[in-house]
C-alpha cells in the first residue's frame, strides 16, 4: 500500500504542479505522443492526464479519454461537489519540507482523515517525520470546504491545504499553503 500511495504522490504533484494550478485541456482524447507522460506509470491501471503530463487513476475528472482505461473523463461537464462529497475515512500520506532560515527541512506524514459529510473532521491517527525525528500525534479535528468545481481548503489546528477531489471522490490532493513550506500528498479513500 504504501508504494501505490507514494507513486500517486508522484502523479498528483505532476497533475497538479507546483502552484496547484491544474492543466488540463477539455475534450481530449487518443493517446499521448511518445515519450509522455515522462514519468513511469505509477501503478498499473493509472492512465495520462489529460495534457499528457502525468498519471492519475482512471476516475479522476483530468484522465484522459480513448487510453484503454475504463472510467476517465467523458469530456463532459465534471459532477458537482458539495461538503457532502468528502465522507469516510482516507489514508493520507505526503512528503515535503519547511523551509528555516533558508534551509530545507525534509518532513513526511501519514495519516487517517475521517470526513463527516458536514465540512468538519476528524484525525484519529498520525505519525509525522521532521528531519528524521518521529512523533505520533493525539487525535484532533479541523474543517473543510469544498466548492462546486471539487477544489477547496482544509483547515487543522495550524496547517491549511488546497485541496482537488477526485469526480468519484476517492482521491484527494492536498497542497500545504502556510507560508515557508513546500508540502503536498493524495489522501486515499479507504471506508465510506
Sequence with gaps: MNKLVGSAVVAFAVTVGISGAVRAQSGTSGSCPAGTPASPRPAPDFVPTQDCMGWVP????FA???????????GGPAESCTVASLRG??????????IVAGVQIPKALVEVIDFNADGTLFVPAATLSVNG?????????GTYTLADNCTGTIAFNGPTFDIFLSRDGDHIAM????????FQ????RTSR
Design 58 to 61: 482512471p476516475s479522476h475528472p
Design 64 to 74: 484522459r479519454t480513448g487510453t484503454g482505461g475504463s472510467g476517465g473523463n467523458t
Design 89 to 98: 475515512s482516507y489514508v493520507f500520506a505526503a512528503t515535503g519540507f519547511n
Design 133 to 141: 525525528a518521529v512523533s505520533r500525534s493525539l487525535p484532533s479535528s
Design 175 to 182: 497542497i500545504q499553503t502556510n507560508p515557508n513550506t513546500v
Design 185 to 188: 500528498g493524495v489522501a486515499t
